[in-house]
Structure formats: structure tokens, C-alpha cells
């Protein structure tokens, strides 16, 4: 599949939700990790945002908003991922994602066209810990959450065979929260201005 097919095949099984997507500084965050990244997570990063599938799957972005004190997530999990059990082939690692099972979706850096970097994921409860999709990351997020691979490759089946699935950019959560709304339901948030500790 394409990778504009495989975009628009993920597209229909999420809804892009109120604000929508982040503008990254591209050439900033490709100055930073040395390499470009992959058309379709550029794609992803514009129409979704950085942000959360069910509470669960979370998509990281390559740069860090410094004035919201953000940590630089993308660089933690990249480097939990090269810290992991070695990867039983040439390449380095860019983690693109995590999930609350302590998973890790990255990108092997297999050659200079990033369009061909395939997904690897470090699972938490899988032996050996590190499988290999031949795919790019909307093509593997749309395959999970339509329920095409042979089993999931993820610890938990949040999003597995889960079409349609909810994705809550961190954009859209802020605007709603602001708003004194639970962002996941819409509906107004019992908790809501309120502060704890």
C-alpha cells in the first residue's frame, strides 16, 4: 500500500478532532536528530498532533517546547529503546511511540531514505523483546488498529482490531480542558479547576 493510501486507510478509521495538528519546526528537529523523517509521520504529526490512541498508545514528537517545560520524550524513549537488549540487525533506533505497557514503537534506521525505515517495536512482556514490521508507522498503526497482523504486537489489545478508534491530539485536550470538559467524553469534567497536593 501507498504510502498516501495507507494515510488515507488510517484516516478513516480515526476523525481528526477539533484544533487538529502541530506545527513542527521540521528543519530544526532534522538539524537535531540528523536525519529527515518519514513522510507519513510528517503527515501524521500535521493533520493529529502529538498525542494519545484510548488512553493508551502515545505518538511523540522530535521537538520540545521549551517554555512549557516539556520533557523530550522522543529523546527519553529513543534512548530507553538503544538501552534495551541489542537489535539483531544493522541499524540504529528513533522511537516514534510508547504505550502505558511500557512498549516502544520506534523506526529502524536502515538507510537514508526514512520512507523505507520499517517499524521495530521493543516489547515489554515479548521474547525475544524486539520484532520487526516491514512498514511505516501509519501503515503499522492502521494494520494494529484494524486487526491485519497475525497477533498484536503490542503488550495490551487497547487499540487492537479496535476500529474506530479515538485519538485525542494534546492540543485538542488542552482546549477542552480549559473548557472544563472531560476531553475522552465530552462531557463536563466533575474535577474541573480544581487543584490537588
Not at 15 to 26: F, K, Q
Not at 78 to 94: C, F, K
Not at 159 to 188: F, H, K, N, Q
Amino acid at each position: 500500500m501507498s504510502q498516501s493510501s495507507g494515510a488515507e486507510a488510517l484516516h478513516g478509521l480515526i476523525a481528526p478532532a477539533g484544533v487538529g495538528g502541530d506545527a513542527v519546526d521540521w528543519s530544526a528537529a532534522c538539524q537535531k536528530w540528523g536525519v529527515r523523517f518519514p513522510a507519513d509521520y510528517v503527515d501524521f504529526l500535521h493533520r493529529y498532533g502529538t498525542g494519545v490512541f484510548v488512553k493508551y498508545l502515545r505518538v511523540l514528537s522530535p521537538q520540545v517546547d521549551q517554555a512549557g517545560g516539556l520533557i523530550d520524550a522522543m529523546e527519553e524513549e529513543t534512548e530507553n529503546a538503544r538501552g534495551s537488549e541489542p537489535l539483531r540487525t544493522d541499524g540504529d533506533v528513533i522511537a516514534w511511540g510508547v504505550d502505558s505497557d511500557g512498549d516502544i514503537l520506534c523506526w529502524l534506521i536502515s538507510g537514508e531514505d526514512p520512507d523505507k525505515w520499517p517499524v521495530v517495536v521493543w516489547g515489554r512482556h515479548s521474547s525475544p523483546h524486539w520484532a520487526t514490521y516491514d512498514c511505516g508507522m501509519v501503515e503499522f498503526l492502521r494494520a494494529v488498529i484494524s486487526g491485519e497482523l497475525a497477533e498484536s504486537p503490542l503488550s495490551g489489545n487497547d487499540i487492537w482490531d479496535s476500529a474506530p478508534v479515538m485519538y485525542l491530539g494534546d492540543r485538542e485536550e488542552t482546549r477542552l480542558r480549559a473548557l472544563g470538559l472531560d476531553p475522552w467524553t465530552g462531557e463536563p469534567d466533575p474535577y474541573a479547576g480544581m487543584s490537588f497536593g
